[in-house]
């Protein structure tokens, strides 16, 4: 009786396929099979954990394919974002502008946020470095941030944030609001941002600032062999212990190495393709079916899984799924997006299923009844999003939302009913057209959460087909 699961002469039925061994050794056919199903596994695994880091880098390139190269050249949608950007789940009521700095050539980089702002600084790997505005160091009041490249061992002169980065690569956001629909005021308040290296201080170079609306700017990380590229990319440009020994060996045996070019037969690059589109599979699922943040427990809406922080760790060790639950379809890191701020930043919910649990149907029609009172002390919004790209859907409207700024027709009891499909409803302009053939989903964003919002006394409530 074979007690430990030895094989002999015999052939191992998998999921994978049939593997012949003979007197305990593998048949060459068998042994190849193996070893490539092997890599395949591993190259799985690099595409799954690398995921944040990879997502942060495709923001970067796909800004550099659009012509902002250098961190003085500042990206602004001036006129806000439109399906034109591909940029996952951005939204269509406030001012963004980004930039990213290269840490390694220029060394200290210096930058002048203006008042007024809400954003934040990542680190090459999507990792949270710090917080721009109300609940930044300048508290809302602008300043100078210093950040200093890895390994800084100087000096930090007065009158500075300082900003440790252990990449050389870091990318900065914020964010500005309207006034009075209008993009005017933050604009120019965007148009104040300086960024330039410390040594330079006293004779900045110019600024750039480049307007992105309207543009086709393609800043998605992509689900095949180019991810790997991209992954490649990252590891040759950073110090080697950003990946800890364990990510380097998984991502050397799949040939990415720092200081050895990236070269993979063609072999090897069908496999890393197959792999890009299996994880990239997988992490599909595990976004949109696995509902591991559900907010409401009788209701589909859905949010950062509870209990778990910005650092997505629990007793130091990294929660992948968790994490991918979220980047798979969003970037930006920051405690703010998990912590409870009464009346200050953003909170999110979103949903991928109607109030029967099917998948949302662009084929169809909805409604969504929003009720009265929403926990918001500056606004809310409603954006949807294509479920293939995770950026807004591209549906011929100028925007695929409405908000309480756009003034929606109103309830007699103060609720707001949204609809959602192919055509527009009778009776209401409260409408945000689906496309037939596509996928979608809603964000719900509420700006300046109140306590009903995070205590639940507040509930949205689940969308419902209609005729």
């Known amino acids: 009786m074979d007690t430990h699961g030895w094989l002999g002469t015999e052939t191992l039925k998998t999921r994978s396929g049939d593997f012949r061994f003979d007197n ?37 390139e796909g ?10 050249q500042v990206m602004i ?3 806000l974002l439109d399906a034109k950007t591909l940029m996952l789940t951005g939204n269509t009521e406030t001012v963004y502008a980004t930039s990213q700095l290269a840490l390694g050539t220029d060394g200290p980089t210096v930058i002048e946020a203006p008042p007024l702002m809400l954003g934040f600084l990542l680190d090459g790997l999507q990792r949270y470095l710090a917080d721009i505005g109300p609940l930044g160091a300048d508290k809302g009041k602008g300043g100078k941030y210093l950040v200093l490249p890895p390994g800084f061992k100087g000096n930090v002169p007065d009158g500075y944030f300082a900003v440790q980065s252990p990449t050389n690569s870091v990318t900065f956001a914020v964010r500005g609001f309207q006034v009075d629909g209008k993009t005017d ?17 006293a004779a900045p170079p110019a600024m750039e600032f480049m307007n992105a609306s309207g543009k086709a700017i393609d800043q998605v990380f992509p689900d095949n062999f180019r991810y790997f590229e991209l992954l490649a990319m990252l590891v040759e440009e950073e110090p080697l212990d950003v990946f800890d020994p364990l990510a380097r060996s998984m991502m050397r045996a799949i040939g990415i190495e720092k200081g050895q070019p990236f070269a993979p037969d063609e072999r090897m690059k069908a496999i890393l393709s197959e792999a890009a589109r299996l994880g990239g599979a997988m992490a599909r699922a595990n976004c949109y079916a696995s509902r591991a943040g559900k907010y409401y427990p009788d209701r589909n809406w859905e949010g950062v899984p509870a209990g778990m922080s910005y650092t997505f760790e629990k007793d130091g060790a990294p929660q992948v799924d968790a994490a991918n639950y979220v980047y798979y379809m969003a ?29 949302l149907d662009g084929a169809k029609k909805y409604r969504l009844r929003i009720p009265p009172n929403v926990p918001a002390k500056n606004f809310w919004s ?22 309480s700024c756009t003034k929606p027709d109103t309830n007699a009891d103060g609720s707001v009913d949204i609809y959602f499909g192919p055509e ?18 809603p964000f719900f964003r509420f700006y300046g959460p ?5 205590d639940k006394t507040w509930q949205l409530e689940d969308i419902v087909e209609v005729q």
């Open 63 to 72: 800004s550099r394919a659009f012509g902002a190269t250098r961190p003085t």
């Open 382 to 403: 409603v954006v949807v999003y294509d479920a293939l790209s995770r950026s807004l859907l591209d549906n011929g409207q100028p925007f695929p939302s409405l908000s």
């Open 331 to 359: 970037w930006g890191n920051s405690p703010a997006l998990m912590e409870k701020n009464i009346g200050q930043g953003s909170q999110y919910l979103w949903t991928y299923r109607d109030a029967e649990g099917a998948y």
């Open 450 to 454: 109140t306590e009903p919002y995070f």
């Open 77 to 79: 949608w001036e006129n």
């Open 185 to 201: 005021q933050a604009v120019n308040l965007m148009k104040q941002l300086r960024v330039y290296p410390l040594d330079k201080a």
């Open 24 to 60: 305990g050794y593998p048949t060459e056919e068998s042994a190849t099979r193996l070893l490539d199903l092997q890599t395949l596994n591993r190259a799985t695994e690099v595409y799954l954990t690398q995921m944040m880091a990879v997502n942060v880098l495709a923001y970067r």
């Open 424 to 441: 527009a409803p009778e009776g209401s302009r409260n409408w945000i057209r689906t496309v037939p053939g596509k996928g979608w989903f």
